[in-house]
Each structure stands twice: as C-alpha cells, then as structure tokens.
C-alpha cells in the first residue's frame, strides 16, 4: 500500500538501537513512557491540533466506526497524551515528563522521507512554566542526536499566543492581501483561516511575499519574550547553539510562543511549548511544551554499520534432543544463540551462520551425542576442536571475553 512499509530484520538494528538509545536518555532524565491508543475520537485532533491545520483539513485517516462514531488513526502524539493526562487526571500524579514511541498516520504524498504510516519519538512535559523545561527538551534532543552521530541545526523562534496573536494576524493578513493573487492556492484558502502558516509555505512565489511580510516578534507580548529570552540564556548555559529564524511557524495550532526544530537539509525533530493545549481540550489551566522526531528521517542518517549479533549457532545435525540440552546449559550464559532445528548439510549450516553473523558454530551430530561432546568452531578463524560439555563454559568465555 502506497506510503505503508514493512519494517524488516534485515533492517531492525537500527530502528532497535534508535529506540533504544531514546528511551535510555529519557529514563536517565527522569520521563516516564506514556503509551496511549492509536485510535482515538476525531474531536481530539480537530480540538487539539486544530481544524485549520493541513493535517486535520487534509491529511487524517478519519472514518466512521460501527456504531457511526468518528474515530481517526491518530496523526501526531501530543493530543492523544494531552487527552489521557486530562482524562487520567495525571495533573496530581509526580509523573509529568513523558516520553512516547510508536506509528502516526498522515494522508500525505508519499517521497522521501514522507510516509503515510510513520513513527515518531516524543516527549510532553505538563505543568511547568519555567523555561529551564524547553531547553532541557532540546538538550535530551541534541543529545539523542549526538549519540546517534547525526548532525543537526537547531532553529528557534517565537510564535506569541492568544494574547498578542490576533494582532500579529492582522497585519499579517492586511499586508498579504495586497498579494493575493502572488499567493498560490492553498495560501489564498489559508489567509483568512491560518495566515502563519503562509510564512512557511514552500512555493517559490509565496517565499517571495513571506520575505517582505511583518515579523511576529515586533508584535509579541511581555510574557512571551521573557519566556523566550530567559530560554534562550538557559540554551547558552547548556553551550546549546541555535539559529534564530522567524519565519518558523508550526503546522500544528496548540504551538505558543517558544517552537523549534533540528535540521540537516530536512526537518529531522520538531517541538515547542503548548500552553493552551490542555485547557483547549477541556482540561485545567495546565501549561505543557514538547517534541516529536521522525524516526524515518533519523534512520536515513544513521551509520548502515550496525550490526545484528548472534553469538552463537548451534549446527544441529539431527541429534535435536541433544541440541535442545546444549541450549538449555548456554541458557544460564549471557549469550544469544540461534539454534538449527531444520535438517541441512553441515555446509549449509556454517553459510547459515556466517550469514546470521555468529561468532561461534557448536557442531553436534551422533558421534557428538554419545560421547557428550561437541565441535566448537570459531567462525572468524576457522579454528576448530571437539571438547566434553562440561567445557563448554571455560571455552566459551575464552571466545567472546578475552580477544
Ligand atoms: P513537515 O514540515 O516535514 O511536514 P511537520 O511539521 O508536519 O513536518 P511534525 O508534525 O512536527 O512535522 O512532526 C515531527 C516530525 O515527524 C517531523 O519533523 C518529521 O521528522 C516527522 N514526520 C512528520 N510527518 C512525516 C511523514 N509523513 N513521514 C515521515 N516523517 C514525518
Ligand atoms: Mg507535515
């Protein structure tokens, strides 16, 4: 199906190693895992991520279920989360920094980089105002970024909120109503509904309107920026550089003053500060700032050498009782063994195992099986010897401890 993938063995290393280099920064900074339904009522994402977007307008796997409610598969993570701390009344629990992982669904055209079923790694923290919380955000970011080896820029803007929003909007959609005809169609729809996000449309005719148009940082309130200038001196604390760009607009409305991304030719993370969010969805007066990476994007930039690693092959030539034992003693060792259970040639298996990548080969057939032995091949060396069982474990530690 158009924009669906498989994900396959052949490449699982990486999707398991970015994951799981994700979750152990955020567990070292204390987020706890939030998992939350892939389906969820349409009205989450209309109210939380706002029905001028492109991702509610166009963009959502909406439809009716069986008893003729609209549900939609969800398109970004923060209003399904939003949604369960409202519902689960996670405001009187200590655990408000979150992280997620998992598929996100989005009509869009398939190219590079842009899927329909895709996977994103976030995080949400509620109910903390100070904005030491946005740049500890995107130093777990540039931190995953750095352990992953990828580079990436990070760009920052300001984009207001309710109170001195509208303004800005006014004089935004009075200066590109002198250009309306320059703007293309979606833009012309937009200018009334959703003008900020003209100033981040990527036709070459918008760019070129977008260049003259006022800045929203002349128009931000008082509160906006010293959020944003006391995130900014904490971001220097953490020697954290960042780009100031101020046509950054986010496609998703909940977005208030602090938003960012990280770069590398396309956007590989993005995020910001939401403080209406919750309140937007029938919640408390609770404020709330996070992030989303696309695992896609990230995959495309990590190194191709990860490799999987099976310790050990253990060539069964049809003694499988034996060989279920000689699994059961490796059992009570650290190692990963992949056992052959399928009758094949002893040449066929070592191909096998060089293909799987082992390290070590335990060879067992009849002989083997009555003297209780077996045939310890070191697949890198070739080297190969018969020993008792009982031997296995001192053999075993030689291989893969002491190189
Ligand atoms: P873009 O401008 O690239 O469409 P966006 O503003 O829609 O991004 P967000 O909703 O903020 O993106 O999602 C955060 C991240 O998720 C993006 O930076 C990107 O890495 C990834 N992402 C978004 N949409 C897709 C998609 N259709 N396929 C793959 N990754 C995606
Ligand atoms: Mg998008």
New binding site residues.
Partial sequence: MK?FRDILPENIEKWQLLEETAKSIFKSFGYKEIRTPILEKTLTFERGVGDAT??VEKEMYTFLDKSGESVTLR??GTAGIARAFIENKLETSVFNKLYYIGP?F?Y?RPQK????Q???I?AECFGIKNPAIDAEIIFINKLLFERLNIKANLEINNIGCPVCRPAYTKVLIDYFENYKDSLCTDCQKRLYKNPLRIL?CKNEKCKIVVKGAPKLKDYVCKNCQEHYNSTKEYLKALNIEYIENDMLV???DYYTSFVF?FTNT??????GRYDNLISDLGGGNICGVG????????IDMMDAKVQNNIDIYIANLSVTFYALQILQILKNFPYSVYCEYSSKSLKSMLKKADKLNTSVSIIIGENEQKSNTCIVRNMKSSNQQTIGVEQLENILKGVFYVT
């Fill in positions: 924009g492109d991702i398109p970004e996100m989005r869009e980089g842009r899927f329909r895709f996977h994103q976030g981040d986010r496609g998703l991304e396309i956007t590989l993370s993005a995020g992030f989303a990476l696309g695992e896609e994007r990230l």
